[in-house]
């Protein structure tokens, strides 16, 4: 069936919108961390780049008083009745498109999913880091997935825009069903490359990427992880990891490896001080669609 223009609704058109909107906010995000690469900034392990502990000459709001990723002091933790984000993650299916940007490797749905916390969040795409970022009483898991959402504001090019990311700690365990095609095809790309693949399809539903059960999360105000740095997200991160099995856990280390050495390094930023921050802790509610 041919589908012209002319026949697309509202609510479709709005869809295809937010799709383009979504698509281009994706490219300008690994774009954005893609100019910095090649000499750009890197982490500890690599070689002929601007470590974390510089990058505040990359940008200077990396020397920000409100930065990511922090050490979670659990003791410290502001308790919660309840910390409220409606999901519209559940699907059958979606396509997703993947780019490794020679810092992490990071994945876009191309249907629109969204959070709701009240505003209206869309996901831009997820990425993961090894080492975890953010620290729990010290301790760091062996991955961390984030789920960047950006807002309307954001999509829109404003400099009002904030992003909303949920941070997933991931543990070697029995291996990730939902992310096996995309761990079992992982793009490899050198340190400033940019390498794409498209249209891998994850079958499962996106609410299997989160822990299972009764959802706990710690939420604070931060920043991207990654220069700019730009102090604009709402961190909410899960108490629960997931796990992953150690093959798909050493299959993503072997993307990032110093190429002198041929040691891997990990991709984590080390933990920022909390300069008075509160932590939230509380129990997910929300609907989930
Ligand atoms: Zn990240």
Request: net charge negative.
């Amino acid at each position: 069936m041919e589908l012209c223009f002319i026949e697309l609704d509202f609510m479709e058109f709005h869809k295809l919108f937010l799709y383009v909107l979504l698509v281009s906010i994706a490219a300008i995000l690994c774009t954005a961390t893609f100019s910095f690469a090649g000499g750009g900034w890197g982490y500890d392990g690599q070689e002929g780049v601007t470590l974390p502990a510089d990058w505040g000459h990359v940008s200077e709001f990396c020397n920000g008083k409100n930065q990511s990723p922090i050490d979670i002091v659990t003791a410290d933790a502001k308790k919660v009745d309840a910390i409220k984000i409606d999901f519209t993650y559940n699907a059958a299916s979606g396509k997703v498109e993947y780019v490794n940007n020679g810092h992490s490797v990071t994945i876009t749905p191309k249907d629109v999913r969204s959070i709701k916390i009240p505003d209206n969040f869309s996901l831009v795409q997820f990425h993961f880091h090894t080492l975890s970022e953010h620290t729990v009483d010290g301790k760091h898991y062996d991955m961390e997935m984030h789920l960047v959402h950006a807002d309307e504001a954001y999509l829109a090019g404003k400099p009002d825009g904030k992003l909303a990311v949920l941070g997933v700690f991931i543990n070697e365990g029995a291996e990730n069903g939902t992310l096996k095609k995309i761990f079992n095809d992982l793009p490899k790309a050198g340190h400033g490359d940019h390498v794409e693949k498209k249209g891998s399809e994850i079958t499962a539903n996106f609410d299997k990427l989160l822990p299972a059960g009764t959802r706990k999360v710690y939420s604070y105000q931060g920043s991207l992880t990654t220069p700019g740095c730009n102090e604009i997200v709402s961190w909410f991160v899960f108490d629960q990891p997931i796990t992953m099995s150690k093959e798909q856990i050493d299959a993503y280390r072997s993307l990032f490896v110093n190429e002198s050495t041929k040691k891997s390094y990990h991709t984590n930023r080390p933990t920022q001080p909390l300069n008075g921050r509160t932590v939230s802790y509380g129990t997910l509610t929300g609907e989930n669609k």
